[in-house]
């Protein structure tokens, strides 16, 4: 190949999309809890915690239009019955766009519930709950956001758990014209987020403590041309992917909105058919 052709793709594919590494002074500013987040290891590194006055969270500076997000969450440990660490994209406005991750805390050695839903257009309504295959609080884990044109798709240590297709041919709405923000926060739930709000927060183990590290971001902006990247195209899992989530739904998917016929009596949603 000549060195021209070649240098010229190198800038195209520099130029088309922004990738962000792992600084959280750089791309994220607190905004709420005061001290309580705090940044540490000189960017590396965050930490969010919750008392009895206040949770705490952060958000990015910047807005993306589809993106590939990995965030690395070690949840709270012990007794984090009542908490809920959320992680989420969400634009703004009445008919705003959401991708959500709400971990949900539980007793020491219960499981915590990882809790999925899409908004699009202002209407979410679309939960699937999980358990994991791991303890989420002994170490750092992977949590994943694909976001493209076609399709969003929620992974944990590159393993896919939930696949949310682009069904505008349906005529569901898709969010795809709004950008968005990260946003993360450690809060008091304990009137839903626990065996349904039965256990409460114990107020005696607190401060809370949930750590953030290795963020990466691949995203686009309203301005760049993104779709020479291979996973803006991307719209079916491969083979080994699909396995995976298989594996997930039959193993550890305890709740999935587009199941629950006592919801929908008069049938499910048009996405469900995907
Ligand atoms: C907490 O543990 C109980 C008992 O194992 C389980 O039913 C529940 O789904 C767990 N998670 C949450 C968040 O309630």
């Known amino acids: 190949m000549d060195l021209l052709p070649c240098f010229l793709l190198v800038s195209l594919v520099l130029s088309s999309s922004h990738l962000v590494s792992a600084n959280f002074y750089n791309d994220f500013d607190i905004t709420w809890g005061n001290d309580r987040a705090k940044i540490l290891d000189n960017g590396q590194r965050l930490q969010l915690t919750l008392d009895q006055s206040s949770g705490s969270g952060f958000q990015s500076k910047n807005e993306y239009l589809f993106g590939k997000i990995d965030m690395q969450i070690k949840l709270v440990p012990g007794n984090s019955a009542g908490t809920v660490t959320a992680y989420y994209l969400s634009s703004q406005g009445d008919k705003h766009n959401e991708i959500d991750f709400e971990f949900l805390g539980n007793l020491s050695g219960d499981p915590y519930i ?160 995907r």
């Open 114 to 273: 990882m809790h999925t839903n899409v908004f699009s257009q202002g209407k979410g309504g679309r939960e699937q709950q999980f358990y994991l295959w791991f303890d989420p609080t002994a170490d750092f884990h992977t949590y994943s956001l694909l976001w493209n044109p076609q399709q969003i798709m929620f992974s944990v240590d590159g393993t896919p758990v939930r696949v949310f297709k682009n069904s505008e041919d349906l005529g569901v709405a898709y969010p795809k014209n709004q950008a968005m923000r990260i946003y993360s926060s450690l809060w008091n739930a304990d009137n839903w987020a626990t065996r349904g709000g039965a256990v409460k927060i114990d107020w005696s183990k607190s401060p809370f403590v949930a750590s953030y590290g290795n963020f990466k971001a691949e995203t686009c902006s309203a301005s760049s041309d993104c779709s020479v990247n291979s996973w803006y195209g991307a719209e079916a899992l491969e083979s080994s992917e699909q396995q995976k989530l298989e594996w997930v739904r039959e193993n550890y998917m305890i709740y999935n909105y587009c199941s629950d016929s006592k919801r929908f009596p008069q049938g499910f949603p048009a996405e469900c058919t």
